[in-house]
């Protein structure tokens, strides 16, 4: 009965590389959002996704940042030419519906840009 | 022990102590808030939610009271154990999905 798996939990990228961070949902479940954390910070909405379809991509920076949750496969966070304010934990959650209910998080993928 | 949430992020209890924990929330038309733990190194991990046609939600030692009018949300958790130590967040819901705003958060230590 595995939750939600990132990986991998930590990354260390120079700049101008390309980070590419994976999360696989729940079993079950078909919905996913990825969220960021700066140290001592709340999480961040980034974006939501169902399978292959971006739902709402509101929080996420609109350059060198995309995302996907192909029809077979993890959802995929690529981050493209990392520079170091990029560095912080990424979060996976995922959730059965789009009805309001709780999101399963993941344990993270700690990027660090240098 | 008592936070005032955004204004005052850490709080210290002595262990069998009662804890309360606030949080304001910006939209008065969100109708879905949960609390969160997370600890070192680890995801948010559910602790309870509640729903706006309620004003209060008891779960195992923990109890969220919603008051819309003010828009704020309090956490209390009853005999804080070593194990409560961590930093809770509250989030509320908006958009058509389970998107959540997440307050900035409070970290709480238990004193054994």
């Known amino acids: 009965n595995a939750g939600v798996m990132q990986n991998p939990r930590h990354l260390v990228r120079r700049r101008g590389q390309e980070a590419r961070l994976r999360c696989s949902p729940m079993k079950g479940h078909s919905h996913v959002y990825w969220y960021r954390q700066l140290p001592e910070e709340g999480l961040k909405f980034m974006v939501y996704l169902q399978k292959e379809n971006i739902i709402d991509e509101s929080g996420m920076p609109k350059e060198r940042f995309s995302a996907e949750f192909p029809k077979e496969g993890p959802s995929i966070l690529r981050i493209q030419q990392v520079v170091r304010g990029d560095s912080a934990a990424y979060f996976c959650?995922?959730?059965?519906?789009?009805?309001?209910?709780?999101?399963?998080f993941g344990n993270g993928t700690r990027l660090t840009v240098t | 022990g008592e936070s005032v949430g955004l204004h005052l992020p850490t709080l210290s209890v002595q262990g069998g102590d009662n804890s309360i924990i606030n949080c304001a929330y910006s939209n008065s038309a969100s109708d879905y808030f949960i609390w969160y733990k997370q600890e070192s190194g680890k995801g948010p991990q559910f602790i309870i939610d509640?729903?706006?046609?309620?004003d209060k939600r008891q779960g195992q030692r923990v109890t969220v009271l919603l008051n819309k009018t003010v828009k704020h949300l309090s956490l209390q958790i009853a005999a804080t154990q070593p194990g409560d130590s961590a930093v809770y967040f509250c989030a509320e819901n908006f958009g058509t999905g389970n998107q959540f705003y997440f307050g900035t958060g409070t970290s709480l230590t238990v004193i054994p």
């Open positions: 509640i729903r706006s046609n309620m």
């Open positions: 959650a995922s959730s059965p519906g789009s009805g309001s209910s709780p999101l399963h």
